[in-house]
Protein backbone atom coordinates (compact mmCIF):
# COMPACT_ATOMS: atom_id res chain seq x y z
CA UNK A 1 0.00 0.00 0.00
CA UNK A 2 1.46 3.53 -0.94
CA UNK A 3 1.61 6.62 1.60
CA UNK A 4 2.41 10.14 0.92
CA UNK A 5 3.91 12.59 3.78
CA UNK A 6 2.37 15.69 5.18
CA UNK A 7 3.83 17.63 7.67
CA UNK A 8 2.17 16.19 10.20
CA UNK A 9 1.18 13.06 9.82
CA UNK A 10 1.61 10.03 7.02
CA UNK A 11 -1.75 9.41 5.04
CA UNK A 12 -2.44 6.32 3.98
CA UNK A 13 -3.33 5.66 -0.12
CA UNK A 14 -5.34 3.36 -1.62
CA UNK A 15 -7.25 2.80 1.34
CA UNK A 16 -11.19 1.46 0.45
CA UNK A 17 -11.84 2.85 4.48
CA UNK A 18 -11.80 5.98 3.70
CA UNK A 19 -15.06 5.30 1.61
CA UNK A 20 -18.61 4.64 3.40
CA UNK A 21 -20.36 1.34 2.87
CA UNK A 22 -23.05 1.31 0.10
CA UNK A 23 -26.36 2.61 1.39
CA UNK A 24 -29.09 -0.09 0.80
CA UNK A 25 -33.40 0.22 1.70
CA UNK A 26 -34.32 -2.40 4.09
CA UNK A 27 -37.23 -3.54 1.79
CA UNK A 28 -38.20 -7.04 1.94
CA UNK A 29 -41.24 -6.89 0.36
CA UNK A 30 -39.39 -6.12 -3.05
CA UNK A 31 -41.49 -7.64 -6.00
CA UNK A 32 -39.31 -6.32 -8.83
CA UNK A 33 -37.12 -9.51 -8.92
CA UNK A 34 -40.35 -11.18 -10.16
CA UNK A 35 -41.32 -9.05 -12.95
CA UNK A 36 -39.88 -9.39 -16.58
CA UNK A 37 -39.93 -6.85 -19.21
CA UNK A 38 -42.55 -7.78 -21.87
CA UNK A 39 -43.02 -4.09 -23.79
CA UNK A 40 -40.50 -1.34 -24.29
CA UNK A 41 -40.38 1.86 -22.39
CA UNK A 42 -40.57 4.88 -23.03
CA UNK A 43 -37.23 6.48 -24.43
CA UNK A 44 -36.08 9.94 -24.67
CA UNK A 45 -32.92 11.01 -26.24
CA UNK A 46 -30.75 13.42 -24.33
CA UNK A 47 -27.96 13.42 -26.58
CA UNK A 48 -28.68 16.74 -27.73
CA UNK A 49 -28.64 18.44 -24.16
CA UNK A 50 -26.60 16.01 -21.28
CA UNK A 51 -24.60 13.77 -23.95
CA UNK A 52 -23.43 17.38 -25.84
CA UNK A 53 -22.47 19.54 -21.99
CA UNK A 54 -20.41 16.15 -21.73
CA UNK A 55 -18.32 16.57 -24.82
CA UNK A 56 -14.54 18.59 -25.00
CA UNK A 57 -16.06 20.52 -27.91
CA UNK A 58 -19.84 21.25 -28.23
CA UNK A 59 -21.56 19.90 -30.93
CA UNK A 60 -21.87 22.84 -33.81
CA UNK A 61 -25.71 23.92 -35.00
CA UNK A 62 -24.89 21.62 -38.18
CA UNK A 63 -24.35 18.74 -36.10
CA UNK A 64 -26.84 19.34 -33.46
CA UNK A 65 -29.34 19.30 -36.77
CA UNK A 66 -27.71 16.34 -38.00
CA UNK A 67 -28.05 13.93 -34.46
CA UNK A 68 -31.39 15.38 -34.38
CA UNK A 69 -32.44 13.88 -37.52
CA UNK A 70 -30.93 10.57 -36.97
CA UNK A 71 -32.83 10.76 -33.61
CA UNK A 72 -36.01 10.96 -35.50
CA UNK A 73 -35.15 8.35 -38.44
CA UNK A 74 -34.11 6.05 -35.29
CA UNK A 75 -37.70 6.44 -33.62
CA UNK A 76 -37.50 8.40 -30.56
CA UNK A 77 -40.60 10.60 -30.03
CA UNK A 78 -39.10 12.71 -26.74
CA UNK A 79 -35.48 14.29 -27.83
CA UNK A 80 -34.05 16.87 -25.00
CA UNK A 81 -32.76 19.19 -27.27
CA UNK A 82 -30.63 21.58 -25.59
CA UNK A 83 -30.41 24.17 -22.24
CA UNK A 84 -31.90 27.01 -23.68
CA UNK A 85 -30.89 29.16 -21.00
CA UNK A 86 -27.65 28.16 -20.20
CA UNK A 87 -26.40 28.71 -23.65
CA UNK A 88 -27.05 31.22 -27.00
CA UNK A 89 -26.38 27.96 -29.34
CA UNK A 90 -28.68 25.91 -27.83
CA UNK A 91 -31.48 28.53 -27.74
CA UNK A 92 -31.05 29.29 -31.28
CA UNK A 93 -31.09 25.47 -32.10
CA UNK A 94 -34.49 25.67 -30.50
CA UNK A 95 -35.30 28.53 -32.44
CA UNK A 96 -34.28 26.71 -35.20
CA UNK A 97 -36.48 23.53 -35.10
CA UNK A 98 -39.55 25.53 -34.32
CA UNK A 99 -39.38 28.02 -36.89
CA UNK A 100 -38.07 26.03 -39.51
CA UNK A 101 -41.00 23.67 -38.64
CA UNK A 102 -38.42 20.70 -38.25
CA UNK A 103 -40.05 18.41 -35.85
CA UNK A 104 -42.38 16.05 -36.95
CA UNK A 105 -46.01 16.20 -35.35
CA UNK A 106 -45.38 12.85 -33.60
CA UNK A 107 -42.34 13.93 -31.87
CA UNK A 108 -41.91 16.17 -28.44
CA UNK A 109 -38.98 18.37 -27.96
CA UNK A 110 -38.15 18.47 -24.28
CA UNK A 111 -35.39 21.56 -23.09
CA UNK A 112 -33.99 21.62 -19.33
CA UNK A 113 -34.17 24.62 -17.49
CA UNK A 114 -32.77 25.09 -13.27
CA UNK A 115 -35.81 26.33 -10.91
CA UNK A 116 -34.50 30.05 -11.07
CA UNK A 117 -37.27 32.51 -12.94
CA UNK A 118 -34.88 34.44 -15.45
CA UNK A 119 -34.04 31.37 -16.99
CA UNK A 120 -37.50 29.76 -16.66
CA UNK A 121 -38.46 32.85 -18.43
CA UNK A 122 -35.93 32.63 -21.40
CA UNK A 123 -36.86 28.68 -21.50
CA UNK A 124 -40.64 30.11 -22.98
CA UNK A 125 -38.73 32.81 -25.23
CA UNK A 126 -37.08 30.00 -26.60
CA UNK A 127 -40.37 27.88 -27.14
CA UNK A 128 -42.32 30.59 -28.78
CA UNK A 129 -44.72 29.42 -31.69
CA UNK A 130 -43.45 25.40 -30.68
CA UNK A 131 -46.85 23.08 -31.27
CA UNK A 132 -45.67 20.78 -27.93
CA UNK A 133 -43.00 20.72 -25.84
CA UNK A 134 -41.77 19.35 -22.59
CA UNK A 135 -40.04 21.73 -19.94
CA UNK A 136 -37.81 20.09 -17.66
CA UNK A 137 -36.89 21.75 -14.18
CA UNK A 138 -34.41 20.47 -12.08
CA UNK A 139 -32.88 21.37 -8.53
CA UNK A 140 -30.20 19.08 -6.57
CA UNK A 141 -31.97 17.60 -3.72
CA UNK A 142 -29.56 15.68 -1.93
CA UNK A 143 -27.69 15.16 1.25
CA UNK A 144 -24.33 16.50 0.23
CA UNK A 145 -25.72 19.00 -2.24
CA UNK A 146 -28.02 20.48 0.61
CA UNK A 147 -24.96 20.18 3.32
CA UNK A 148 -22.05 20.87 1.41
CA UNK A 149 -22.69 22.95 -1.98
CA UNK A 150 -25.80 24.36 -1.17
CA UNK A 151 -25.77 24.62 2.90
CA UNK A 152 -30.09 25.07 2.65
CA UNK A 153 -32.37 23.30 4.68
CA UNK A 154 -34.25 20.21 3.40
CA UNK A 155 -37.47 23.19 3.45
CA UNK A 156 -35.41 26.15 1.65
CA UNK A 157 -34.58 23.15 -0.97
CA UNK A 158 -38.37 21.93 -1.32
CA UNK A 159 -39.04 25.87 -1.78
CA UNK A 160 -36.76 25.91 -4.96
CA UNK A 161 -38.57 23.11 -6.25
CA UNK A 162 -41.66 24.39 -5.63
CA UNK A 163 -40.51 27.66 -6.78
CA UNK A 164 -39.99 26.01 -10.46
CA UNK A 165 -42.45 24.44 -10.79
CA UNK A 166 -44.52 27.20 -9.86
CA UNK A 167 -42.49 29.40 -12.73
CA UNK A 168 -42.83 26.50 -15.18
CA UNK A 169 -46.50 26.69 -15.08
CA UNK A 170 -47.01 30.84 -14.94
CA UNK A 171 -45.07 30.22 -18.05
CA UNK A 172 -47.17 27.28 -19.73
CA UNK A 173 -49.83 29.67 -19.07
CA UNK A 174 -48.51 32.78 -20.67
CA UNK A 175 -48.18 30.17 -24.43
CA UNK A 176 -51.32 28.92 -24.09
CA UNK A 177 -50.99 27.85 -27.82
CA UNK A 178 -48.23 25.11 -27.29
CA UNK A 179 -49.10 21.93 -25.59
CA UNK A 180 -47.05 21.75 -22.41
CA UNK A 181 -45.50 18.40 -20.23
CA UNK A 182 -44.06 19.27 -17.38
CA UNK A 183 -41.00 17.53 -16.07
CA UNK A 184 -39.47 17.98 -12.57
CA UNK A 185 -35.88 16.33 -11.43
CA UNK A 186 -34.68 15.64 -7.97
CA UNK A 187 -31.28 15.68 -9.05
CA UNK A 188 -28.98 13.34 -7.43
CA UNK A 189 -32.15 11.59 -6.71
CA UNK A 190 -30.02 8.14 -5.66
CA UNK A 191 -28.16 9.86 -3.04
CA UNK A 192 -31.38 12.23 -1.22
CA UNK A 193 -33.15 10.17 1.46
CA UNK A 194 -36.37 8.49 -0.32
CA UNK A 195 -38.71 9.90 2.04
CA UNK A 196 -37.62 13.64 1.37
CA UNK A 197 -37.52 12.70 -2.41
CA UNK A 198 -41.24 11.68 -1.97
CA UNK A 199 -41.66 14.66 -0.27
CA UNK A 200 -40.79 17.29 -2.72
CA UNK A 201 -42.08 15.59 -6.17
CA UNK A 202 -45.45 15.02 -3.95
CA UNK A 203 -45.21 19.06 -4.08
CA UNK A 204 -44.01 19.91 -7.38
CA UNK A 205 -47.04 17.28 -8.67
CA UNK A 206 -49.41 19.63 -5.39
CA UNK A 207 -48.56 22.73 -7.97
CA UNK A 208 -48.82 21.06 -11.52
CA UNK A 209 -51.99 19.19 -10.78
CA UNK A 210 -51.65 16.55 -13.20
CA UNK A 211 -54.24 14.17 -14.49
CA UNK A 212 -54.25 10.99 -15.98
CA UNK A 213 -55.02 12.93 -19.75
CA UNK A 214 -52.04 15.33 -19.32
CA UNK A 215 -49.44 13.16 -16.96
CA UNK A 216 -46.51 14.75 -15.91
CA UNK A 217 -43.08 13.18 -16.17
CA UNK A 218 -41.41 12.79 -12.76
CA UNK A 219 -37.74 12.18 -13.84
CA UNK A 220 -35.43 10.16 -10.75
CA UNK A 221 -31.76 10.79 -12.00
CA UNK A 222 -28.96 8.50 -10.78
CA UNK A 223 -26.53 11.47 -11.34
CA UNK A 224 -23.20 10.18 -10.57
CA UNK A 225 -23.81 5.68 -10.03
CA UNK A 226 -22.79 5.08 -6.22
CA UNK A 227 -24.31 1.89 -5.52
CA UNK A 228 -25.59 -1.82 -7.23
CA UNK A 229 -28.72 -1.79 -9.63
CA UNK A 230 -30.95 -3.41 -7.38
CA UNK A 231 -30.35 -0.41 -5.09
CA UNK A 232 -31.77 2.22 -7.29
CA UNK A 233 -34.09 -0.55 -8.07
CA UNK A 234 -35.58 -0.31 -4.37
CA UNK A 235 -35.46 2.96 -4.37
CA UNK A 236 -37.49 3.08 -7.77
CA UNK A 237 -39.94 0.84 -6.17
CA UNK A 238 -40.45 2.21 -3.26
CA UNK A 239 -40.77 5.55 -4.98
CA UNK A 240 -43.49 4.52 -7.14
CA UNK A 241 -45.74 2.53 -4.38
CA UNK A 242 -45.12 6.14 -1.82
CA UNK A 243 -45.83 8.91 -4.62
CA UNK A 244 -49.16 10.40 -4.91
CA UNK A 245 -51.40 10.69 -8.08
CA UNK A 246 -49.05 7.59 -9.87
CA UNK A 247 -51.49 7.34 -12.35
CA UNK A 248 -51.11 10.78 -13.29
CA UNK A 249 -47.32 10.46 -13.87
CA UNK A 250 -44.80 8.99 -16.04
CA UNK A 251 -42.02 7.95 -14.01
CA UNK A 252 -38.77 8.20 -15.67
CA UNK A 253 -35.41 6.74 -15.30
CA UNK A 254 -31.73 8.79 -15.86
CA UNK A 255 -29.19 6.68 -14.99
CA UNK A 256 -25.10 7.43 -15.35
CA UNK A 257 -22.75 4.76 -15.43
CA UNK A 258 -20.07 5.71 -13.10
CA UNK A 259 -19.96 1.52 -12.25
CA UNK A 260 -20.54 0.43 -15.11
CA UNK A 261 -24.00 -0.63 -14.80
CA UNK A 262 -26.02 2.16 -15.89
CA UNK A 263 -27.80 -0.01 -18.23
CA UNK A 264 -28.38 -2.73 -16.09
CA UNK A 265 -29.92 -0.16 -13.76
CA UNK A 266 -32.25 1.03 -16.22
CA UNK A 267 -33.22 -1.89 -16.66
CA UNK A 268 -34.42 -2.79 -13.16
CA UNK A 269 -35.47 0.36 -12.69
CA UNK A 270 -38.05 -0.71 -15.73
CA UNK A 271 -38.80 -3.90 -13.65
CA UNK A 272 -39.51 -1.58 -10.38
CA UNK A 273 -42.08 -0.19 -11.88
CA UNK A 274 -40.74 2.80 -14.33
CA UNK A 275 -42.15 3.73 -17.88
CA UNK A 276 -39.45 5.57 -19.31
CA UNK A 277 -35.80 6.19 -19.70
CA UNK A 278 -33.63 8.77 -20.68
CA UNK A 279 -30.40 7.78 -22.21
CA UNK A 280 -27.76 8.50 -25.24
CA UNK A 281 -26.74 6.54 -28.24
CA UNK A 282 -23.27 4.60 -27.24
CA UNK A 283 -23.63 5.75 -23.62
CA UNK A 284 -22.17 9.53 -24.51
CA UNK A 285 -21.74 11.65 -21.54
CA UNK A 286 -20.74 12.98 -18.26
CA UNK A 287 -17.77 11.64 -16.99
CA UNK A 288 -18.15 7.58 -17.98
CA UNK A 289 -21.41 8.83 -19.33
CA UNK A 290 -25.40 8.37 -19.56
CA UNK A 291 -27.41 4.85 -19.96
CA UNK A 292 -26.82 3.95 -23.12
CA UNK A 293 -29.96 3.67 -25.20
CA UNK A 294 -28.30 1.26 -27.92
CA UNK A 295 -27.34 -1.60 -25.34
CA UNK A 296 -30.86 -1.16 -23.67
CA UNK A 297 -32.78 -1.34 -26.51
CA UNK A 298 -30.83 -4.05 -28.34
CA UNK A 299 -30.97 -6.12 -25.01
CA UNK A 300 -35.03 -5.90 -25.24
CA UNK A 301 -34.60 -6.86 -28.81
CA UNK A 302 -32.26 -9.86 -28.82
CA UNK A 303 -35.12 -10.98 -26.12
CA UNK A 304 -38.16 -10.65 -28.44
CA UNK A 305 -39.25 -7.17 -26.95
CA UNK A 306 -39.68 -4.81 -29.82
CA UNK A 307 -37.81 -1.47 -28.54
CA UNK A 308 -39.51 0.65 -30.92
CA UNK A 309 -36.39 1.73 -32.27
CA UNK A 310 -34.74 1.12 -34.99
CA UNK A 311 -31.16 0.40 -35.24
CA UNK A 312 -30.89 -2.01 -37.95
CA UNK A 313 -28.71 0.71 -39.91
CA UNK A 314 -25.96 0.29 -37.21
CA UNK A 315 -23.13 1.68 -39.18
CA UNK A 316 -24.88 4.94 -40.02
CA UNK A 317 -25.82 5.59 -36.34
CA UNK A 318 -22.06 5.29 -35.57
CA UNK A 319 -20.88 7.39 -37.95
CA UNK A 320 -23.20 10.18 -37.15
CA UNK A 321 -22.04 9.44 -33.17
CA UNK A 322 -18.66 9.65 -33.93
CA UNK A 323 -18.83 12.66 -36.27
CA UNK A 324 -20.85 14.74 -33.50
CA UNK A 325 -19.28 13.68 -30.23
CA UNK A 326 -15.37 13.26 -31.65
CA UNK A 327 -15.38 9.75 -30.13
CA UNK A 328 -14.87 6.70 -31.05
CA UNK A 329 -17.02 3.91 -30.13
CA UNK A 330 -15.25 1.04 -28.65
CA UNK A 331 -14.44 -2.19 -30.89
CA UNK A 332 -15.68 -4.07 -28.32
CA UNK A 333 -19.26 -1.77 -27.64
CA UNK A 334 -21.72 -4.12 -27.07
CA UNK A 335 -24.41 -4.69 -29.91
CA UNK A 336 -22.20 -1.42 -32.07
CA UNK A 337 -18.04 -2.55 -31.97
CA UNK A 338 -16.40 -3.91 -35.08
CA UNK A 339 -15.25 -6.31 -33.02
CA UNK A 340 -18.39 -7.88 -31.16
CA UNK A 341 -19.41 -10.32 -33.71
CA UNK A 342 -16.35 -11.70 -34.46
CA UNK A 343 -15.15 -14.94 -33.45
CA UNK A 344 -11.31 -15.79 -33.41
CA UNK A 345 -11.21 -19.17 -31.54
CA UNK A 346 -11.57 -22.24 -33.25
CA UNK A 347 -13.89 -24.13 -31.16
CA UNK A 348 -16.54 -21.01 -31.44
CA UNK A 349 -16.02 -20.41 -34.99
CA UNK A 350 -16.84 -24.69 -35.52
CA UNK A 351 -19.90 -24.10 -33.60
CA UNK A 352 -21.17 -20.70 -35.47
CA UNK A 353 -20.77 -22.87 -38.22
CA UNK A 354 -22.88 -25.83 -37.58
CA UNK A 355 -25.71 -23.45 -35.73
CA UNK A 356 -25.74 -20.99 -38.81
CA UNK A 357 -25.87 -24.38 -40.96
CA UNK A 358 -29.18 -25.80 -39.16
CA UNK A 359 -30.49 -22.10 -38.84
CA UNK A 360 -33.65 -21.57 -40.91
CA UNK A 361 -34.78 -18.29 -42.12
CA UNK A 362 -38.02 -17.39 -39.68
CA UNK A 363 -37.22 -19.59 -36.73
CA UNK A 364 -36.06 -18.86 -33.53
CA UNK A 365 -32.63 -17.65 -33.47
CA UNK A 366 -30.16 -20.33 -31.65
CA UNK A 367 -26.56 -19.91 -32.26
CA UNK A 368 -23.83 -20.64 -30.36
CA UNK A 369 -21.36 -17.46 -29.44
CA UNK A 370 -24.25 -14.90 -31.63
CA UNK A 371 -27.04 -13.34 -29.45
CA UNK A 372 -28.48 -11.65 -31.91
CA UNK A 373 -27.95 -12.13 -36.07
CA UNK A 374 -25.87 -9.44 -37.36
CA UNK A 375 -27.75 -8.91 -40.44
CA UNK A 376 -30.35 -6.96 -38.23
CA UNK A 377 -27.71 -4.21 -37.52
CA UNK A 378 -26.75 -4.32 -40.95
CA UNK A 379 -23.64 -6.67 -40.41
CA UNK A 380 -23.17 -9.37 -42.21
CA UNK A 381 -21.91 -13.34 -41.90
CA UNK A 382 -18.42 -12.43 -43.35
CA UNK A 383 -17.43 -10.23 -40.46
CA UNK A 384 -18.26 -12.78 -38.35
CA UNK A 385 -15.66 -15.65 -38.68
CA UNK A 386 -12.11 -14.13 -38.50
CA UNK A 387 -8.57 -16.03 -38.36
CA UNK A 388 -5.80 -15.56 -36.35
CA UNK A 389 -3.77 -18.03 -34.83
CA UNK A 390 -6.37 -18.69 -32.12
CA UNK A 391 -8.54 -19.82 -35.63
CA UNK A 392 -9.25 -23.75 -36.50
CA UNK A 393 -10.63 -25.36 -39.43
CA UNK A 394 -14.37 -24.35 -39.07
CA UNK A 395 -13.35 -20.59 -38.93
CA UNK A 396 -11.14 -21.20 -42.50
CA UNK A 397 -13.25 -23.25 -44.64
CA UNK A 398 -16.00 -20.59 -43.64
CA UNK A 399 -14.15 -18.04 -44.96
CA UNK A 400 -13.32 -19.85 -48.15
CA UNK A 401 -16.39 -20.74 -49.06
CA UNK A 402 -18.64 -17.27 -48.03
CA UNK A 403 -15.98 -15.55 -49.63
CA UNK A 404 -14.68 -17.54 -52.56
CA UNK A 405 -17.03 -20.49 -52.96
CA UNK A 406 -14.49 -22.95 -52.33
CA UNK A 407 -16.06 -26.21 -50.45
CA UNK A 408 -13.12 -27.68 -48.57
CA UNK A 409 -13.71 -31.31 -47.77
CA UNK A 410 -13.19 -32.22 -43.64
CA UNK A 411 -9.88 -33.98 -44.49
CA UNK A 412 -8.61 -30.93 -46.89
CA UNK A 413 -9.55 -28.65 -43.67
CA UNK A 414 -7.95 -30.68 -41.34
CA UNK A 415 -4.57 -30.57 -43.85
CA UNK A 416 -4.88 -26.61 -44.25
CA UNK A 417 -5.58 -25.23 -41.32
CA UNK A 418 -2.05 -25.63 -39.89
CA UNK A 419 -1.54 -24.05 -43.13
CA UNK A 420 -3.20 -20.79 -42.05
CA UNK A 421 -2.00 -21.36 -38.14
CA UNK A 422 1.33 -21.09 -39.36
CA UNK A 423 0.73 -17.64 -41.43
CA UNK A 424 -0.87 -16.31 -38.42
CA UNK A 425 2.00 -17.09 -36.32
CA UNK A 426 4.69 -16.01 -38.19
CA UNK A 427 2.91 -12.28 -39.40
CA UNK A 428 1.48 -12.24 -35.86
CA UNK A 429 -1.71 -10.64 -37.48
CA UNK A 430 -5.00 -11.80 -38.15
CA UNK A 431 -4.93 -13.26 -41.62
CA UNK A 432 -7.45 -11.92 -44.14
CA UNK A 433 -9.84 -13.57 -46.54
CA UNK A 434 -8.08 -12.85 -49.35
CA UNK A 435 -4.59 -13.98 -47.89
CA UNK A 436 -6.24 -17.43 -46.94
CA UNK A 437 -6.98 -17.81 -50.28
CA UNK A 438 -3.80 -17.07 -51.70
CA UNK A 439 -2.63 -19.49 -49.38
CA UNK A 440 -4.92 -22.07 -50.13
CA UNK A 441 -3.93 -21.56 -54.06
CA UNK A 442 -0.30 -21.32 -53.22
CA UNK A 443 -1.04 -24.69 -51.04
CA UNK A 444 -3.11 -26.87 -53.68
CA UNK A 445 -3.86 -25.00 -57.06
CA UNK A 446 -0.50 -23.68 -58.42
CA UNK A 447 1.75 -25.91 -57.20
CA UNK A 448 5.32 -25.20 -58.33
CA UNK A 449 6.58 -28.03 -60.12
CA UNK A 450 3.23 -29.06 -61.21
CA UNK A 451 3.01 -30.11 -64.49
CA UNK A 452 0.20 -28.87 -66.65
CA UNK A 453 -2.66 -31.17 -68.65
CA UNK A 454 -2.64 -30.37 -72.36
CA UNK A 455 -5.06 -32.88 -73.43
CA UNK A 456 -6.10 -36.29 -73.25
CA UNK A 457 -7.49 -39.07 -74.61
CA UNK A 458 -10.26 -42.06 -72.91
CA UNK A 459 -10.98 -45.60 -74.39
CA UNK A 460 -12.79 -48.29 -72.69
CA UNK A 461 -13.22 -51.40 -74.04
CA UNK A 462 -14.32 -54.25 -71.48
CA UNK A 463 -14.70 -52.13 -68.41
CA UNK A 464 -11.45 -50.91 -68.63
CA UNK A 465 -10.25 -46.89 -69.55
CA UNK A 466 -7.26 -46.63 -71.43
CA UNK A 467 -6.03 -43.52 -71.21
CA UNK A 468 -3.32 -41.38 -73.23
CA UNK A 469 -2.22 -37.73 -71.60
CA UNK A 470 -0.06 -35.39 -73.00
CA UNK A 471 1.20 -33.50 -70.41
CA UNK A 472 3.75 -30.40 -70.05
CA UNK A 473 6.37 -30.30 -67.88
CA UNK A 474 8.09 -26.78 -67.81
CA UNK A 475 8.54 -25.94 -71.25
CA UNK A 476 8.99 -30.02 -71.91
CA UNK A 477 6.13 -32.05 -73.43
CA UNK A 478 5.09 -35.28 -72.12
CA UNK A 479 3.35 -38.27 -73.51
CA UNK A 480 2.19 -40.78 -70.89
CA UNK A 481 -0.47 -43.67 -70.94
CA UNK A 482 -1.89 -45.84 -68.27
CA UNK A 483 -5.04 -47.87 -67.65
CA UNK A 484 -8.03 -48.51 -64.96
CA UNK A 485 -11.05 -48.97 -63.70
CA UNK A 486 -12.51 -44.84 -64.13
CA UNK A 487 -10.80 -42.40 -65.72
CA UNK A 488 -8.50 -41.38 -62.16
CA UNK A 489 -7.54 -44.41 -61.90
CA UNK A 490 -6.26 -44.84 -65.48
CA UNK A 491 -4.62 -41.31 -64.92
CA UNK A 492 -3.00 -42.52 -61.55
CA UNK A 493 -1.21 -45.81 -63.31
CA UNK A 494 0.04 -43.80 -66.20
CA UNK A 495 1.59 -41.16 -63.70
CA UNK A 496 3.02 -43.76 -61.43
CA UNK A 497 4.98 -45.25 -64.42
CA UNK A 498 6.16 -42.36 -65.82
CA UNK A 499 7.39 -41.45 -62.24
CA UNK A 500 8.38 -44.36 -60.96
CA UNK A 501 6.45 -43.74 -58.03
CA UNK A 502 3.58 -45.60 -57.01
CA UNK A 503 0.62 -43.45 -55.43
CA UNK A 504 -2.89 -44.10 -55.29
CA UNK A 505 -6.21 -41.68 -54.36
CA UNK A 506 -7.32 -42.05 -50.81
CA UNK A 507 -10.29 -39.04 -50.72
CA UNK A 508 -11.75 -37.23 -53.58
CA UNK A 509 -14.50 -34.85 -53.73
CA UNK A 510 -15.66 -32.51 -56.11
CA UNK A 511 -18.29 -29.30 -57.00
CA UNK A 512 -18.88 -26.49 -59.45
CA UNK A 513 -18.15 -23.31 -58.36
CA UNK A 514 -21.51 -21.81 -59.15
CA UNK A 515 -24.87 -22.22 -60.11
CA UNK A 516 -24.54 -21.64 -63.83
CA UNK A 517 -24.65 -24.48 -66.34
CA UNK A 518 -20.45 -23.01 -67.43
CA UNK A 519 -19.60 -22.31 -64.26
CA UNK A 520 -16.42 -23.61 -63.17
CA UNK A 521 -15.44 -27.01 -61.24
CA UNK A 522 -12.95 -27.62 -58.41
CA UNK A 523 -11.91 -30.81 -57.55
CA UNK A 524 -9.92 -32.11 -54.47
CA UNK A 525 -7.80 -35.04 -53.78
CA UNK A 526 -5.94 -36.79 -51.23
CA UNK A 527 -3.12 -39.38 -52.33
CA UNK A 528 -1.32 -41.38 -50.08
CA UNK A 529 2.80 -41.30 -51.50
CA UNK A 530 5.47 -43.34 -50.04
CA UNK A 531 3.09 -43.86 -46.17
CA UNK A 532 2.51 -40.01 -46.56
CA UNK A 533 -1.23 -38.41 -47.11
CA UNK A 534 -1.09 -35.67 -49.50
CA UNK A 535 -3.96 -33.11 -50.81
CA UNK A 536 -4.02 -30.69 -53.95
CA UNK A 537 -6.86 -29.02 -55.80
CA UNK A 538 -7.51 -28.25 -59.07
CA UNK A 539 -9.59 -26.07 -61.18
CA UNK A 540 -11.04 -26.41 -64.57
CA UNK A 541 -13.97 -25.74 -67.02
CA UNK A 542 -15.44 -29.41 -66.38
CA UNK A 543 -15.16 -31.93 -63.93
CA UNK A 544 -13.26 -34.42 -64.79
CA UNK A 545 -10.04 -31.84 -66.34
CA UNK A 546 -10.36 -30.37 -62.36
CA UNK A 547 -9.87 -34.26 -60.86
CA UNK A 548 -7.13 -34.97 -62.86
CA UNK A 549 -5.55 -31.36 -62.14
CA UNK A 550 -5.98 -32.12 -58.73
CA UNK A 551 -4.40 -35.22 -59.11
CA UNK A 552 -1.40 -33.57 -60.87
CA UNK A 553 -1.43 -30.68 -57.55
CA UNK A 554 -1.10 -33.85 -55.10
CA UNK A 555 1.78 -35.20 -56.73
CA UNK A 556 3.73 -32.33 -57.55
CA UNK A 557 3.43 -31.54 -53.89
CA UNK A 558 4.22 -34.87 -52.72
CA UNK A 559 7.76 -34.90 -55.06
CA UNK A 560 8.30 -31.94 -53.69
CA UNK A 561 7.93 -33.05 -49.79
CA UNK A 562 9.59 -36.42 -50.52
CA UNK A 563 12.66 -34.70 -52.32
CA UNK A 564 12.85 -32.06 -49.09
CA UNK A 565 12.83 -35.33 -47.13
CA UNK A 566 15.95 -36.51 -49.36
CA UNK A 567 17.68 -33.02 -48.99
CA UNK A 568 17.36 -33.07 -45.40
CA UNK A 569 18.75 -36.62 -44.95
O1 LIG B 1 -27.75 13.51 -14.35
C1 LIG B 1 -28.63 14.30 -13.99
O2 LIG B 1 -29.03 14.38 -12.84
C2 LIG B 1 -29.17 15.20 -15.00
C3 LIG B 1 -30.38 15.97 -14.61
C4 LIG B 1 -30.30 17.36 -15.01
C5 LIG B 1 -31.59 15.26 -15.11
O3 LIG B 1 -28.71 15.21 -16.12
ZN1 LIG C 1 -27.50 13.35 -16.46
Not at 350 to 370: F, H, M, P, Q, R
Not at 419 to 435: G, I, N, R
Amino acid sequence: MSSIQNNKTTVKQYDASKYAPMVTLDKPDRRWPNQTIDVSPMWCSVDLRDGNQALIDPMTPPQKLEMFEMLVAVGFKHIEVGFPSASQTDFDFVRKLITEDRVPSDVNIQVLTQARKELIDRTYESLMGAKRAIVHVYNSTSTVQREHVFKLSKDAIKQIAVDGATWVKEGAEKQPDTEWQFQYSPESFTGTEIEYAIEVCDAVIDVWQPSPANKAIINLPATVEVAMPNVYADQIEWFCDNIKHRDALVISLHTHNDRGCGVAASEMGVLAGADRVEGTLLGNGERTGNMDIVTMGMNLYSRGVDPMLDFSAMDQIISVVEKCTQLKVHPRHPYAGELVFAAFSGSHQDAINKCLANYEEGSTWEVAYLPIDPRDLGRNYQEVIRINSQSGKGGVAYVLKHEHGIKMPRWLQVDFSPVVQKEAEVTEAEVSPDQIHDLFKRTYLKVDGKAKLKGYQINRTDGVDHMSAELKVDSQKLAIQGQGRGVLEAFVSALSEHLGESFVIIDYNEHTLGKDEGSEAMAYVQISMNQQRVCGAGKSRDILGASLNAVLAAVARGMALQGRARDAA
